[in-house]
């Protein structure tokens, strides 16, 4: 693993706008409203060659004392526990303050490598930066992480920091990436939790508890992987047009785009929704292979018909993407949730799955034997080859003498027999028409 860098401090003093601008894109939700940043938040940064991951944590309020702030202590204080370093930001323009004096008390009892960031500085001089000294912490660095001011002297001395770890050459691997989508309040970060085995996420009964699409490394069978919990996607008109959920949400849609496989978390107790259909159309538009994990099982009363009832209702909504694969589970007693990783490991194989030509072109020859392809203007189309271009998704290039004959019904039935003969279950497959004509072939 890569050494991890934490980004500590009190609400609102730029924490986030600093990660954002190291980590060089838009990860963290940056508003001046206190509090927004609820979770741990991290993502691959690299500076002159070395590399580090950097996380960025809710802001200690040790005034508050709700059971939100609770929440983002624990998270914070696992952030500080994990970290090789911690960088405790304060407000150079605000000034120091009784919670950044407590915040530091409470960061210098973890007794590793502390640098104190004075941020929201115009200028560098002595006296915007000499209240801070009361702290006693002797790495102190002036920034201004909106205006990129100062971030490079920050970083080398990170980077120093970090050197006697062999890890920091490391360059990022190949991980697997999964998204967590869904609703809000389908069980999203109970089930990121449930899967890493640890309190990772905060999980409230408030729908909405998280805002940003948060990244979290882990290892199953010795491979790499990447979750990404995201905020809930609601319908467009319950969201305010500049409200941060419609930031969230958009942080959501991203982490679909950027995923290798997609888990679409329904809460069953509630019924499958139009919402939850919305979700699985979008994900099935960026051709990400996916599973539809119908969560909160346990509070269904079931007999040895219920199981089919919801598939059959499944099958009837999601007949754009009948390759889709459902579990049914409980993030919160844990049950089926031991399948989820399999599933995961299935899908993505066959996403990645390569078909020789030579038995692509069987599958479709035998296809056309058992049903004649369409006529338009009275002549017939006819299929030449075919061969698979790519994967992720899988991609199959077919060659014919004129691409407008070809009806979408046809298309669709050739598709069936791509999958009757390969196990392509939880991917979409691609089909692209090339003309050609005869002389050619």
């Given at each position: 693993?890569?050494?991890?860098?934490?980004?500590?401090?009190?609400?609102?003093?730029?924490?986030?706008?600093?990660?954002?601008k190291?980590?060089?894109?838009?990860?963290?939700?940056?508003?001046?409203?206190?509090?927004?940043?609820?979770?741990?938040?991290?993502?691959?940064a690299?500076?002159?060659?070395?590399?580090?991951?950097?996380?960025?944590?809710?802001?200690?309020?040790?005034?508050?004392?709700?059971?939100?702030?609770?929440?983002?202590?624990?998270?914070?204080?696992m952030?500080?526990d994990?970290?090789?370093?911690?960088?405790?930001?304060?407000?150079?323009?605000?000034?120091?303050?009784?919670?950044?004096?407590?915040?530091?008390?409470?960061?210098?009892?973890?007794?590793?490598?502390l640098?104190?960031?004075?941020?929201?500085?115009?200028?560098?001089?002595?006296?915007n930066?000499?209240?801070?000294?009361?702290?006693?912490?002797?790495?102190?660095f002036?920034?201004?992480?909106?205006?990129?001011?100062?971030?490079?002297?920050?970083?080398?001395?990170?980077?120093?920091?970090?050197?006697?770890?062999?890890?920091?050459?490391?360059?990022?691997g190949?991980?697997?990436k999964?998204?967590?989508v869904g609703?809000?309040?389908?069980?999203?970060?109970?089930?990121?939790?449930?899967?890493?085995?640890?309190?990772?996420?905060?999980?409230?009964?408030?729908?909405?508890?998280?805002?940003?699409?948060?990244?979290t490394?882990?290892?199953?069978?010795n491979?790499?992987?990447?979750?990404?919990?995201?905020?809930?996607?609601?319908?467009?008109?319950?969201?305010?047009d500049k409200?941060?959920?419609?930031?969230?949400?958009?942080?959501?849609?991203?982490?679909?785009?950027?995923?290798?496989?997609?888990?679409?978390?329904i809460?069953?107790?509630?019924?499958?929704?139009?919402?939850?259909i919305?979700?699985?159309?979008f994900?099935?538009?960026?051709?990400?292979?996916?599973?539809?994990?119908?969560?909160?099982?346990?509070?269904?009363?079931?007999?040895?018909?219920?199981?089919?009832?919801?598939?059959?209702k499944?099958?009837?909504?999601l007949?754009?993407?009948?390759?889709?694969?459902p579990?049914?589970?409980?993030?919160?007693?844990?049950?089926?949730?031991?399948?989820?990783?399999?599933?995961?490991?299935k899908?993505?194989e066959?996403?990645?799955?390569?078909?020789?030509?030579?038995?692509?072109?069987?599958?479709?020859?035998n296809?056309?034997?058992?049903?004649?392809?369409?006529?338009?203007?009275?002549?017939?189309?006819?299929l030449?080859?075919?061969?698979?271009?790519?994967?992720?998704?899988?991609?199959?290039?077919?060659?014919?003498?004129?691409?407008?004959?070809?009806?979408?019904?046809?298309?669709?039935?050739?598709?069936?027999?791509?999958?009757?003969?390969?196990?392509?279950?939880?991917?979409?497959?691609k089909?692209?028409?090339?003309?050609?004509?005869?002389?050619?072939?």
């Open positions: 693993m890569k050494p991890l860098v934490a980004v500590v401090g009190r609400p609102n003093v730029g924490k986030s706008t600093f990660f954002n190291v980590c060089g894109r838009r990860i963290s939700i940056v508003d001046d409203i206190a509090g927004v940043t609820r979770d741990r938040i991290y993502s691959d690299e500076w002159c060659g070395h590399y580090f991951t950097l996380v960025d944590t809710g802001g200690l309020d040790f005034v508050e004392q709700g059971e939100m702030q609770k929440n983002i202590f624990a998270q914070a204080q952030a500080i994990l970290a090789d370093v911690i960088l405790l930001f304060v407000d150079g323009k605000e000034g120091l303050t009784n919670n950044d004096r407590q915040v530091a008390d409470y960061l210098r009892k973890c007794k590793k490598p640098i104190l960031v004075v941020n929201k500085l115009d200028n560098f001089e002595l006296e930066t000499y209240d801070f000294y009361e702290l006693g912490i002797k790495r102190m002036p920034i201004s992480a909106e205006q990129s001011k100062g971030l490079g002297e920050l970083l080398d001395e990170v980077v120093s920091l970090l050197k006697s770890n062999p890890e920091i050459n490391n360059a990022p190949d991980e697997i999964i998204a967590i609703k809000p309040n389908a069980g999203k970060s109970s089930l990121t939790n449930r899967l890493l085995g640890e309190e990772r996420l905060v999980v409230s009964s408030v729908a909405g508890t998280t805002r940003d699409a948060i990244d490394p882990f290892k199953y069978n491979k790499n992987y990447v979750l990404i919990d995201t905020a809930g996607m609601r319908k467009k008109n319950a969201i305010e409200s941060i959920e419609r930031y969230s949400v958009l942080r959501s849609i991203e982490a679909i785009k950027r995923a290798d496989v997609v888990l679409i978390v809460d069953v107790s509630n019924g499958i929704t139009e919402q939850d919305k979700v699985a159309g994900v099935h538009e960026q051709n990400k292979p996916s599973i539809i994990v119908l969560n909160k099982w346990d509070l269904i009363a079931k007999d040895d018909k219920t199981i089919n009832i919801y598939t059959n499944l099958k009837e909504d007949k754009f993407m009948d390759y889709f694969v579990l049914y589970i409980s993030a919160l007693t844990g049950q089926r949730t031991n399948k989820i990783m399999p599933l995961v490991e899908v993505y066959n996403a990645s799955k390569r078909v020789k030509t030579g038995v692509l072109n069987e599958i479709i020859q296809a056309v034997t058992v049903k004649q392809p369409p006529t338009k203007n009275g002549q017939r189309l006819k030449f080859y075919c061969t698979q271009a790519s994967t992720n998704p899988p991609n199959f290039v077919l060659f014919v003498n004129d691409t407008n004959a070809m009806h979408f019904s046809y298309e669709r039935y050739l598709e069936n027999a791509i999958r009757k003969a390969v196990d392509f279950d939880g991917t979409p497959i089909i692209t028409l090339k003309n050609r004509s005869e002389k050619d072939e």
